[in-house]
């Protein structure tokens, strides 16, 4: 394999990069002069009428939005200073606006069913019986958009897709897209499968609309997106199915998808006197978040207008990677200075787990197309693989710490703390050589992240954000028990078992006293819910529950409700 050291400076070529002054101002996250931008926007969320700024952005409207317009504007002219007064604020809000969740309809899946197959291969009762409890959450977490939303939807903030859905939960009230890619697992080894194709043909009716898939089910979410599952999501739906018709009927959509990601996330490194073309989580949108505006307008105090949108634009980078927000993103200052949210850079980031994603994507296309008879797709996806796996082994490889690891723009190296992304490699099967593969399990033994029986950490620093210590995310735990679990190795097998089983007890044990799955949990302690970031910690939760639901299919005959146990290389 190529070595890279961490002295060798990496060149870069790439055109306005955001993490430097960027010329001009960024577009709102959307159109809207009511959810995205305006002075409407602006005063309701400061004035802070909510506890969660979610909340209004979430309500539907009343009236038309040129109507609703009208009159705020008529109210702010007659008002001296044009500043509306909380109580003035609220009351126009009650009058013009209605509660959030009102944009759905009652909804139970048809195809749900109170005895999966997978409780046939589930030995510990214990573990059997929280998986019927975790079955009829299903039910509990199934949305259908009302039809009002498809014929005006100027008047809501929900974007409409056709299919019936299962959303995260909590004030997680509309899909998401990463967190489907786990929820659709979840349903399919629940024999959801109609409810599972659903979502999945709501993800393409949206890239067909918009050219790639948003954030969220919001148009405050419109023009940023998420880590790419969609084309994974259709191999685990063929996987369960075997339905070719529906692949040729869409892979043209999966392939859009893919050209979203080349054409407006990719950006061109240089290793050892060669280019390679690689992926960022690169959003180039202004003004606050909607959902968090008043967090991002308070962070953003003390700075000129210019670094202002350039911050509003790098947190909605990190929302785009679904890690927001995390260390992982902090470009840091000089000692001692600690980096905090503000110095959130994610474009200056090249990340291991975005790459490994499409470096999957780029081989299933081409194995798509190959079996649908189209050989020079195929060739041309393969091609495109093995550029990749190229650029992954160059640029993101790391010889010295014997890992792959995300490499910084802006300051030419790599970011060399632990995150579990990286090792996504290992769950990509991005043509890892045996020996790589060893390499990056050692690393992992070495770390300080196997010493938490809860669960691994998303990182090892503390600061307060969701998405580092102390806290443990679902997802994360599958990548890398996966990722293992592929392995030749018999200690990186053994190891895979160990973390699903400590996760299983982890996520039973929290539910036992609190009766509820959460999207996060605590690595510390005797077993709780996760916390820190911008809101309480939600309870639900699809890709939770998604992820159990994998580990039990895969291990259901050996795990059980009481164990778990340090990991020791020598087992």
Request: with cysteine.
């Amino acid at each position: 394999m190529p070595v890279i050291h961490r002295w060798v400076l990496l060149g870069l070529c790439m055109a306005v990069p955001l993490w430097q002054a960027a010329e001009g101002r960024f577009p709102p996250p959307c159109d809207s002069k009511i959810y995205c931008t305006g002075e409407l926007l602006r005063q309701v969320q400061l004035a802070k009428l909510f506890a969660d700024d979610k909340h209004f952005v979430d309500m539907p409207l009343r009236e038309s939005p040129e109507v609703v317009l009208e009159h705020f504007q008529q109210l702010v002219n007659t008002t001296p200073g044009r500043a509306l007064s909380k109580q003035q604020l609220a009351e126009f809000v009650a009058s013009h606006f209605s509660p959030p969740g009102q944009e759905f309809e009652p909804w139970e899946p048809p195809d749900w069913t109170s005895s999966p197959q997978i409780l046939k291969r589930i030995s510990d009762p214990k573990l059997q019986s929280w998986a019927l409890e975790l079955n009829a959450k299903w039910k509990q977490l199934g949305r259908k958009i009302s039809a009002e939303v498809k014929i005006s939807p100027e008047r809501y903030s929900l974007m409409y897709v056709p299919n019936p859905l299962i959303v995260p939960g909590g004030r997680l009230i509309e899909y998401y897209y990463w967190d489907s890619f786990w929820v659709i697992e979840g349903l399919l080894l629940s024999d959801m499968v109609a409810t599972a194709r659903g979502m999945i043909q709501n993800f393409l009716y949206l890239v067909d609309k918009f050219g790639h898939i948003p954030n969220g089910g919001r148009i405050y979410y419109e023009r940023r997106s998420q880590p790419p599952f969609l084309t994974l999501m259709v191999e685990s739906y063929l996987k369960h199915t075997n339905d070719t018709a529906f692949l040729r009927d869409n892979i043209h959509l999966l392939e859009a998808e893919y050209q979203f990601w080349q054409e407006q996330r990719a950006v061109n490194v240089t290793a050892g006197g060669k280019e390679y073309l690689l992926n960022r989580y690169n959003v180039r949108v202004g003004e606050p978040r909607p959902e968090s505006y008043s967090t991002d307008v308070e962070l953003a105090v003390g700075m000129d207008e210019e670094a202002q949108q350039n911050l509003w634009a790098e947190l909605k980078g990190a929302a785009e990677s679904g890690w927001d927000f995390s260390s992982r993103w902090f470009l840091p200052g000089p000692p001692p200075l600690p980096a905090t949210r503000k110095d959130t850079q994610t474009s200056a980031v090249v990340p291991v787990d975005l790459n490994t994603i499409l470096c999957r994507i780029e081989k299933l296309l081409a194995s798509f197309y190959k079996a649908l008879g189209n050989d020079e797709k195929a060739n041309q996806f393969q091609a495109a693989h093995e550029l990749r796996v190229a650029a992954i082994q160059a640029v993101l490889w790391d010889e010295e710490a014997g890992v792959w690891l995300d490499y910084n723009l802006a300051r030419r190296r790599h970011n060399e703390a632990f995150y579990p992304s990286n090792l996504t490699p290992l769950w990509a099967e991005c043509s890892v050589e045996p020996a790589a593969a060893e390499r990056a399990l050692l690393y992992l033994e070495k770390s300080s992240a196997l010493s938490y029986t809860n669960g691994i950490p998303t990182s090892l620093a503390s600061t307060g954000e969701q998405w580092d210590l102390p806290n443990a995310w679902a997802p994360l735990q599958h990548l890398v028990i996966a990722g293992l679990a592929k392995s030749s190795s018999p200690r990186a097998r053994n190891l895979a078992f160990t973390l699903a089983q400590n996760w299983v007890r982890t996520n039973l044990v929290v539910y036992e006293k609190y009766h509820a799955m959460f999207e996060k949990y605590d690595v510390e302690g005797d077993g709780k819910p996760g916390s820190g970031g911008e809101y309480e910690v939600q309870q639900g939760f699809g890709w939770t529950n998604g992820v159990i639901f994998q580990l039990l299919d895969i291990y259901g005959d050996r795990l059980n409700a009481t164990s778990s146990s340090v990991y020791s290389s020598g087992d």
